[in-house]
């Protein structure tokens, strides 16, 4: 995890008799512990860059104070409950969307079942072996969530996804990577061209610039001459 809150209050209350050395080396070991959602071990020295005695002694010192040495591991309590609190938040969030895009996923499945049993009406009903399985697109939720946002909930099938892979493919990139294109351009597909001609216009852009410029200096030099040449005149 990249962002942890800090109680001020609280660390203040239970660090006040450190020395200033002894602040950084504890905040070091707090970021070192909250990035790598894990607890310390005897590098904990070296990836905190500890370099002389003092500040050697300083590490060892709150290594002592605050953390619990538990089978060659130093833990962390507050750590461990605000790393635990962020992965059930990320649980969480993860769940929801899921729901979410199964709700979408049994509604669109609905509609689609009952046109074909209008269309099919004096067919055999389908029996359970010939129900379609249910298509989950290999990119994050997060991102799926998102980018059927700008879809307007229109259905994505495994063939809208393999001609984004297609259309991928031709500048080199994952599926991941074009998603995040199209919901960036606030697209509802996806294909190489756009991104082409974005870049093209981009292009365009730029020369029209230039080419301003150039006509501005060129103005510019023909009167910087034409005062040069009034200026050496008797």
């Not at 894990?38 to 905190?48: E, G, H, Q, S």
């Not at 002592?64 to 790393?83: A, P, T, W």
């Not at 199964?102 to 079942?113: F, I, V």
Request: aromatic share 10%.
């Amino acid at each position: 995890m990249y962002y942890y809150q800090h109680h001020i209050g609280d660390y203040r209350r239970d660090t006040s008799h450190l020395t200033l050395l002894e602040h950084g080396a504890y905040r070091q070991l707090l970021d070192l512990y909250y990035i790598s959602e894990k607890p310390l071990d005897a590098n904990a020295l070296r990836l905190v860059c500890a370099r002389d005695a003092d500040e050697i002694k300083a590490v060892e010192q709150i290594l002592s104070e605050f953390f619990v040495l538990q089978n060659g591991k130093y833990y962390h309590k507050r750590c461990e409950d605000e790393i635990a609190r962020y992965h059930n938040k990320s649980n969480k969030a993860k769940e929801s969307a899921k729901i979410r895009w199964n709700k979408n996923n049994n509604l669109q499945d609905a509609k689609a079942l009952q046109t074909d049993t209008e269309r099919n009406a004096n067919h055999k009903p389908l029996t359970n072996n010939h129900k379609p399985n249910k298509y989950t697109p290999p990119i994050p939720a997060e991102l799926l969530t998102e980018w059927m946002q700008h879809r307007k909930k229109k259905p994505v099938t495994e063939r809208v996804i393999k001609t984004i892979e297609i259309e991928a493919n031709k500048l080199g990139w994952s599926l991941q990577q074009a998603i995040e294109c199209s919901c960036a351009n606030s697209w509802q597909g996806f294909k190489a061209e756009w991104v082409n001609k974005n870049q093209s216009n981009k292009n365009d852009k730029s020369s029209v610039v230039n080419a301003a410029f150039g006509n501005l200096l060129k103005q510019y030099e023909a009167n910087e001459k034409d005062i040069t040449n009034e200026s050496i005149t008797f």
